[in-house]
């Protein structure tokens, strides 16, 4: 079964830090992306990749970045963290073709104190 | 931009009735899903769905692409049927499959 796995699960981080989410697949999915979801929202993407060593910004990109070492691992990296920045973040995977489904990781809940 | 409008935001039933959340988008679309979003956050896809109808269980997701609309019918609600239901457009472009949500319908089931 496809599969996305995102780690930690939770983190708390201070104010300033820099905090790394991990997600990993077995779909064997060119594309990569990560979403953010506030309190009472919708998701909304930040990042996403297409190809190993590539990254694109999505709607939000301000305070992220990411990275895409190989074609199963997406990393979200913020380099300083801010309170603004907690929120619930969901890594996914597709294929590169229309009408395909996305699948996603059952999400990673990030406070920053 | 391309919006995602979900009706009712909230809505509390019985044990046992049924359910219908509405989904409208503002631009045409390749395709959309349903997921169901647990209480404690994590996502599960409930139907990927281009078009047409499609049932599991006690869900029946039904799309009609060129109005851009899209409907989910629970039946016989049950207690652990609550929780936010979101429906998502997905636009096809450079940016793969990029999926727009709606801001959701919480769902309370009371005995």
């Known amino acids: 079964e496809a599969a996305v796995t995102q780690s930690p699960r939770s983190k708390v981080a201070v104010t300033g830090g820099k905090v790394t989410l991990s997600c990993h697949q077995t779909n064997n999915h060119d594309y990569m992306y990560w979403y953010r979801q506030d309190t009472g929202h919708g998701l909304r993407l930040i990042h996403y990749s297409y190809v190993a060593d590539s990254t694109e910004k999505g709607d939000i990109p301000d305070g992220y970045k990411a990275s895409r070492p190989s074609q199963e691992n997406f990393s979200l990296i913020l380099e300083l963290a801010s309170l603004s920045q907690t929120a619930v973040y969901f890594c996914a995977s597709s294929v590169g073709t229309a009408n395909t489904e996305v699948f996603f990781g059952k999400g990673t809940r990030l406070t920053v104190v | 931009g391309q919006q995602v409008q979900q009706s009712p935001a909230s809505l509390v039933l019985q044990e046992g009735e049924n359910a219908e959340l509405q989904c409208n988008f503002s631009t045409s679309l390749n395709s959309m899903q349903w997921f169901y979003q647990r209480p404690e956050g994590s996502l599960v896809s409930l139907f990927y769905?281009?078009?047409g109808t499609k049932q599991s269980g006690r869900l029946t997701s039904t799309t009609v692409i060129k109005e851009r609309r899209s409907s989910l019918h629970i039946s016989s609600s049950q207690i652990t049927d609550s929780g936010t239901y979101l429906c998502?457009?997905?636009?096809?472009?450079?940016?793969?499959?990029?999926?727009?949500f709606g801001t959701g319908t919480l769902l309370s089931v009371k005995p």
């Open positions: 998502a457009m997905a636009v096809y472009g450079g940016s793969g499959n990029k999926l727009i």
């Open positions: 769905n281009p078009s």
